[in-house]
């Protein structure tokens, strides 16, 4: 009667691990909020001219989504600027625009590439 059992158990054990192996469909799916940046002033304009952005933002999806938009500025020596941040929800099919204008120069006193 034991060796019964335990060949039950064996078999019940070989059962659980063969559904955990079976592959199951997945059922998440990324956010399709699709992101657009535009730079809309030349890269190596004079230093003190104001720069400008934009940044789309489209909801791509059946579902309203709540998206943090963050534009940064990196100095040459790796200081970090925020120019852009905001936490806007957006409806299904909406299409939010936002510009920006910076000037580097009243950030700081560095000139040399950017990121």
């Known amino acids: 009667m034991r060796l019964a ?7 019940w054990f070989g059962v659980l691990v063969c559904a955990l192996m079976l592959p199951s469909p997945a059922t998440a799916q990324a956010n399709k909020v699709i992101l657009t940046f535009y730079t ?11 720069m400008q952005f ?32 905001t936490n806007p929800t957006l409806q299904p099919g909406q299409v939010l625009r936002t510009p920006g204008t910076f000037t580097t120069n009243t950030l700081t006193s560095q000139t040399g590439t950017f990121a």
């Open 54 to 85: 934009q940044l789309t933002q489209t909801n791509a999806n059946t579902h309203a989504h709540m998206v943090n938009s963050r534009v940064n500025q990196i100095s040459p020596n790796c200081t970090t600027f925020t120019l852009l941040n």
């Open 5 to 11: 059992s335990k060949i039950v158990s064996m078999l």
């Open 40 to 50: 809309l002033t030349a890269t190596h304009a004079a230093l003190g001219a104001p």
